[in-house]
C-alpha cells in the first residue's frame, strides 16, 4: 500500500478509483489490484473502515478498538490484503464531484483535503473507472424537542463511543426504527451508560413473512441473539410499537415522552409515558449516500423501507458504463454484503479493462452470497419502513428544517396556502432544505408533509436530489480547476 504521502509516484491515469474506504470500498480496491490494477482508495476519514468499522483515533491510546465491534476479523482481513497490496491510498480526500472526458474518456474525480475539507487543497483523480462505495447516512423524523442539546443520532453515539470513546449522555433513551437500535444500545451498555430503554417504532413480527431469508441467513438471528442477551445483562427495556414523541429540557435533554403507535406510527391518545434520561440516541433507518451517481444520471429504485438506492446489474455496475457501486449505495445491507458486493464490482471491473473473463466459479458463489443477504436487507427493510402516521407527532413550531429553522407550520402552509404539492416546490417557499446539510437532515420530512397535505399517495421518500456538489466546496477549490492540467493528482 503506498502512503499517500506519494502522489509523485501515481501514474496519470489510474485503471479504478474507488471512493470510500469502507468494506465494500476496501475489498472492491485490494481485488482490483490483486488482479493487477492501479488503485487509488480516496475516503473523507484519514482512517480506513468507514462507518461501521470506525475506531478510535491514535490520540486516544486505545488498545482494544475490537471491544466495541462484531465482526472484526472482517475488516482486520481487508486490512492485511491493504498493507500488502500497491493501492495508492488517499486518507482524508473529501470527493465533491465525479465527470467523464466525453462519452468514453477517464474519469476525473474531484476532492478537497483535510480533516473536514477546511485545508482547501484541491485534488484530481483521473481513473478508467470508478467505484461508488459512499456508504449511508442517517433517516431523521422529526419531533417536538428533538433540537434540545443531548439529542443526537443513533449512528452519532456510536460514532462518537467508536472514535473518541465518550457517550451522549450517562442516562441515554435510544429510540427510533431498525436493527441499528439494538447495537447502539448493547454498545453503549458495555461502555457503562444506564439505558432506561429502546424504543422501536415498528415490531419484528414482519421478520416472519420472509422464513427464506430467515433461514438463509443464520448469522442475521446470532447477531440478534448477542444483542438481546446483551440488553438482558443491562436490564435495558425494548418497547415495540412506540416513538419518542417529545423531548423534554431547555438547556439540556432532562426526559422524554414515549406514545404507543398504532400501525400506521399515530400516537395512540393518553398512552404517553416520560421516562428521565439526560440524552438521547434516535434514528430511523439509513439512506444510501448516492449524491455522486444521480448527479451522473445512474438509474435508482425504490428499495422496500421507502429510501432511494442505486439500480445495478448483476455485476455491480450502474446504468451509467464504466460506473460501478458497492455496499450501501445500492441498498442498506450491513458490512458483510457490502464486502461481498465490493469484491464482485472488483472482480468485474479487473475482467473489463484487462479484456479477459472474471473467474465464473468465484463469480457466482459471490452472486449467491450476495442475493441471500440482499434478500434479507429487503426483509429487514420492510419490517422497519416508517408508517404513514408519524407527521401526527408533530406540533406546529417543531422545527422540520433545522439549518434554515423552518417550522412544520411554515412547510404545511407552503402546502395548503401557496399550492406547493413536492418537496422541491415547498424548498423554494420555505428554505427548507437550503441549509449547511443541503436537505440530507429534512428532506425525507419535507416531501412527507408535501405528500400528505398536498393530497399527494402514497408517502415516499423524496426522489433523489441532483446536487452540482456532493460536498461543501470553498470558491478557491473550484477556482483551480484546470481541465487541461495533466497529473493526476493535482494540487493548488
Given amino acids: 500500500m503506498r502512503p499517500s504521502a506519494e502522489p509523485p509516484t501515481a501514474p496519470?491515469?489510474?485503471?479504478?478509483?474507488?471512493?470510500?474506504?469502507?468494506?465494500?470500498?476496501?475489498?472492491?480496491?485490494?481485488?482490483?489490484?490483486?488482479?493487477?490494477?492501479?488503485?487509488?482508495?480516496?475516503?473523507?476519514?484519514?482512517?480506513?473502515?468507514?462507518?461501521?468499522?470506525r475506531h478510535p483515533a491514535p490520540a486516544t491510546g486505545a488498545v482494544r478498538p475490537e471491544a466495541l465491534h462484531h465482526d472484526w476479523s472482517l475488516f482486520t482481513g481487508l486490512r492485511r490484503?491493504?498493507?500488502?497490496?500497491?493501492?495508492?491510498?488517499?486518507?482524508?480526500?473529501?470527493?465533491?464531484?465525479?465527470?467523464?472526458?466525453?462519452?468514453?474518456?477517464?474519469?476525473?474525480?474531484?476532492?478537497?483535503?483535510?480533516?473536514?475539507?477546511?485545508?482547501?487543497?484541491?485534488?484530481?483523480?483521473?481513473?478508467?473507472a470508478v467505484l461508488l462505495a459512499t456508504g449511508a447516512y442517517e433517516r431523521q423524523l422529526p419531533f417536538p424537542g428533538w433540537t434540545v442539546p443531548g439529542v443526537v443520532g443513533a449512528g452519532g453515539a456510536q460514532a462518537m463511543l467508536k472514535s473518541g470513546l465518550v457517550l451522549p449522555g450517562r442516562r441515554v433513551v435510544v429510540a427510533g426504527s431498525g436493527p441499528l437500535l439494538l447495537a447502539v444500545a448493547s454498545s453503549l451498555a458495555a461502555a457503562g451508560a444506564r439505558v432506561p430503554a429502546v424504543i422501536e417504532a415498528s415490531g419484528y413480527l414482519g421478520y416472519a413473512r420472509h422464513p427464506y431469508a430467515l433461514a438463509a441467513n443464520p448469522h442475521k438471528l446470532t447477531e440478534a441473539a448477542v444483542h438481546g442477551g446483551a440488553l438482558l445483562r443491562h436490564r435495558v427495556r425494548l418497547r415495540t410499537r412506540s416513538a419518542v414523541t417529545e423531548v423534554h429540557g431547555t438547556d439540556r435533554v432532562e426526559a422524554v415522552t414515549v406514545s404507543r403507535l398504532d400501525r400506521d406510527w399515530r400516537p395512540v391518545p393518553g398512552s404517553g409515558r416520560r421516562i428521565a434520561c439526560d440524552a438521547l440516541a434516535v434514528g430511523h433507518g439509513l439512506a444510501p449516500q448516492i449524491d455522486l451517481a444521480t448527479t451522473l444520471g445512474c438509474a435508482t429504485r425504490t428499495t422496500p423501507d421507502l429510501t432511494t438506492a442505486l439500480a445495478l446489474d448483476s455485476s455491480q455496475e450502474?446504468?451509467?458504463?464504466?460506473?460501478?457501486?458497492?455496499?450501501?449505495?445500492?441498498?442498506?445491507?450491513?458490512?458483510?454484503?457490502?464486502?461481498?458486493?465490493?469484491?464482485?464490482?472488483?472482480?468485474?471491473?479487473?475482467?473489463?479493462?484487462?479484456?479477459?473473463?472474471?473467474?465464473?466459479?468465484?463469480?457466482?458463489?459471490?452472486?449467491?452470497?450476495?442475493?441471500?443477504?440482499?434478500?434479507?436487507?429487503?426483509?429487514?427493510?420492510?419490517?422497519?419502513?416508517?408508517?404513514?402516521?408519524?407527521?401526527?407527532?408533530?406540533?406546529?413550531?417543531?422545527?422540520?428544517?433545522?439549518?434554515?429553522?423552518?417550522?412544520?407550520?411554515?412547510?404545511?402552509?407552503?402546502?395548503t396556502d401557496l399550492g406547493a404539492r413536492d418537496a422541491r416546490t415547498v424548498k423554494l417557499f420555505t428554505r427548507a432544505g437550503m441549509g449547511w446539510c443541503q436537505g440530507r437532515m429534512c428532506g425525507a420530512a419535507v416531501a412527507c408533509l408535501a405528500a400528505r397535505h398536498g393530497g399527494a399517495d402514497p408517502l415516499a421518500e423524496p426522489a433523489a436530489e441532483r446536487r452540482p456538489f456532493a460536498v461543501p466546496v470553498p470558491l478557491r477549490a473550484l477556482g483551480s480547476l484546470d481541465e487541461s492540467a495533466p497529473p493526476t493528482v493535482t494540487t493548488d
Wanted: negative net charge; aromatic residues 4%; proline residues 3%.
Fill in 12 to 53: 496519470d491515469v489510474y485503471d479504478l478509483a474507488v471512493i470510500g474506504a469502507g468494506c465494500a470500498g476496501l475489498s472492491g480496491a485490494v481485488t482490483a489490484c490483486e488482479l493487477g490494477l492501479s488503485v487509488a482508495l480516496l475516503d473523507a476519514s484519514p482512517q480506513i473502515g468507514g462507518q461501521f468499522f
Fill in 81 to 128: 490484503r491493504l498493507e500488502a497490496s500497491v493501492v495508492d491510498r488517499l486518507g482524508g480526500h473529501h470527493v465533491w464531484s465525479v465527470v467523464r472526458d466525453g462519452d468514453t474518456g477517464p474519469w476525473s474525480v474531484h476532492a478537497v483535503t483535510g480533516a473536514d475539507g477546511g485545508e482547501e487543497r484541491a485534488v484530481r483523480v483521473r481513473a478508467r
Fill in 318 to 415: 450502474t446504468s451509467v458504463r464504466d460506473l460501478w457501486a458497492a455496499g450501501e449505495p445500492g441498498g442498506v445491507g450491513g458490512a458483510r454484503l457490502a464486502g461481498v458486493e465490493g469484491e464482485l464490482a472488483g472482480l468485474a471491473i479487473a475482467a473489463r479493462l484487462r479484456g479477459h473473463p472474471a473467474r465464473r466459479g468465484r463469480v457466482r458463489e459471490l452472486e449467491r452470497r450476495r442475493d441471500r443477504m440482499r434478500a434479507f436487507a429487503d426483509a429487514m427493510a420492510a419490517a422497519h419502513a416508517p408508517g404513514t402516521g408519524w407527521p401526527q407527532w408533530l406540533a406546529d413550531d417543531t422545527e422540520v428544517c433545522r439549518c434554515e429553522e423552518v417550522t412544520a407550520h411554515s412547510v404545511r402552509a407552503a402546502v
